[in-house]
């Protein structure tokens, strides 16, 4: 029996968000709207997705002893998201500065702060976590040592999902037990650089699944995703919705597909609920704030 369907172990941010004419160029100055501050970071927003679709989830995470840490800790409390693992202290908390354009267009500077701090040392201290946890959710704002110490610290049975966001090579150890890998369009680009050249997105995840992993999903924003393993190749259809904020998406796609393998899902039916999850945050602005109900998702 686990006390977790869902470890997330990754970063949580404040996003500082102000609105602009134009963004400005260097050595120049623009005024813009009111400050806006959303709790954000990939992790954060991975867990509260996964809690608000029922799942029992858990955060191992890094804030600051500062009003942001509180914000994240207060958002991810609400949500339902168990904090026994979030460390408070030894840097500010993490921050997106993003200044949006009318267009939309944006242009974004992170401090990874407290981010940076989430150690190996952690990842050991938190081991009744991963033993009382049926599915790890990991992506890439935290160290690169972190992630190898968690894919060590890996509970007998347990799955590993690693949303390769944002993109980096990856140690053979940690590609080997990825279960899915789970990377968008640009991401997969990146990870195969020129391997890519010419190809599609069926053979890039075909290409990916031949560095190791034991699935792989490639999502496709709004056609949907494709998932491959050794058991082959499917499409995922996408789900038609109107869209006005896409932030976000990949986040919450990727808990739901976790939440729904540690239920004991096939992978291609994890990855059908999870785009009908996408699809939902896709319809409403900000990150966790956009992150659907499992009933909204069941009325989809
Ligand atoms: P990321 O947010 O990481 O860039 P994607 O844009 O591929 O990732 O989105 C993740 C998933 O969210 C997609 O696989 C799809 O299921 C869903 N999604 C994203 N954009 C849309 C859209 N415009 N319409 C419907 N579903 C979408």
Redesign the pocket.
């Given at each position: 029996m686990h006390d977790y369907d869902l470890l997330v172990v990754g970063s949580a941010n404040a996003d500082l968000v102000i609105g602009v004419e134009r963004r400005p160029g260097a050595g120049e100055t623009v005024l813009g709207s009111d400050l806006v501050v959303h709790p954000g970071g990939k992790g954060a927003n991975q867990a509260v997705a996964a809690a608000r679709l029922g799942a029992r989830t858990a955060l191992l995470a890094r804030v600051g002893d500062d009003t942001h840490g509180r914000l994240l800790l207060d958002s991810q409390r609400r949500a339902g998201v168990d904090t026994v693992g979030v460390l408070v202290g030894g840097a500010p908390t993490g921050v997106a500065l993003i200044t949006v354009d009318p267009s939309g267009d944006n242009s974004i500077v992170v401090s990874p702060g407290a981010n940076a701090l989430l150690a190996p040392g952690d990842v050991r201290a938190a081991a009744s976590l991963f033993q009382a946890s049926r599915v790890v959710s990991v992506q890439l704002e935290i160290p690169l040592e972190t992630v190898v110490e968690v894919v060590r610290s890996l509970a007998e049975g347990s799955r590993f999902v690693l949303n390769a966001?944002p993109p980096r090579p990856l140690p053979p150890e940690v590609l080997a037990v990825c279960d899915p890998l789970i990377v968008?369009e640009h991401e997969a680009r990146v990870i195969l650089g020129d391997a890519c050249v010419g190809a599609g997105p069926a053979d890039w995840a075909r290409i990916l699944l031949a560095k190791g992993p034991r699935s792989v999903v490639v999502?496709?924003?709004?056609e949907?995703?494709l998932v491959v393993s050794d058991e082959g190749l499917s499409k995922v259809p996408?789900?038609p919705?109107t869209?006005v904020d896409?932030t976000g998406?990949?986040d919450a796609?990727t808990a739901a597909l976790a939440y729904r393998l540690g239920a004991g899902a096939p992978l291609a039916g994890a990855a059908a609920y999870?785009?009908r999850v996408?699809?939902a945050a896709?319809t409403r602005r900000g990150a966790q704030e956009s992150s659907p109900s499992g009933a909204e998702v069941d009325g989809l």
């Amino acid at each position: 029996m686990h006390d977790y369907d869902l470890l997330v172990v990754g970063s949580a941010n404040a996003d500082l968000v102000i609105g602009v004419e134009r963004r400005p160029g260097a050595g120049e100055t623009v005024l813009g709207s009111d400050l806006v501050v959303h709790p954000g970071g990939k992790g954060a927003n991975q867990a509260v997705a996964a809690a608000r679709l029922g799942a029992r989830t858990a955060l191992l995470a890094r804030v600051g002893d500062d009003t942001h840490g509180r914000l994240l800790l207060d958002s991810q409390r609400r949500a339902g998201v168990d904090t026994v693992g979030v460390l408070v202290g030894g840097a500010p908390t993490g921050v997106a500065l993003i200044t949006v354009d009318p267009s939309g267009d944006n242009s974004i500077v992170v401090s990874p702060g407290a981010n940076a701090l989430l150690a190996p040392g952690d990842v050991r201290a938190a081991a009744s976590l991963f033993q009382a946890s049926r599915v790890v959710s990991v992506q890439l704002e935290i160290p690169l040592e972190t992630v190898v110490e968690v894919v060590r610290s890996l509970a007998e049975g347990s799955r590993f999902v690693l949303n390769a966001s944002p993109p980096r090579p990856l140690p053979p150890e940690v590609l080997a037990v990825c279960d899915p890998l789970i990377v968008n369009e640009h991401e997969a680009r990146v990870i195969l650089g020129d391997a890519c050249v010419g190809a599609g997105p069926a053979d890039w995840a075909r290409i990916l699944l031949a560095k190791g992993p034991r699935s792989v999903v490639v999502t496709l924003g709004a056609e949907g995703a494709l998932v491959v393993s050794d058991e082959g190749l499917s499409k995922v259809p996408g789900v038609p919705v109107t869209a006005v904020d896409t932030t976000g998406a990949g986040d919450a796609f990727t808990a739901a597909l976790a939440y729904r393998l540690g239920a004991g899902a096939p992978l291609a039916g994890a990855a059908a609920y999870a785009a009908r999850v996408g699809a939902a945050a896709v319809t409403r602005r900000g990150a966790q704030e956009s992150s659907p109900s499992g009933a909204e998702v069941d009325g989809l």
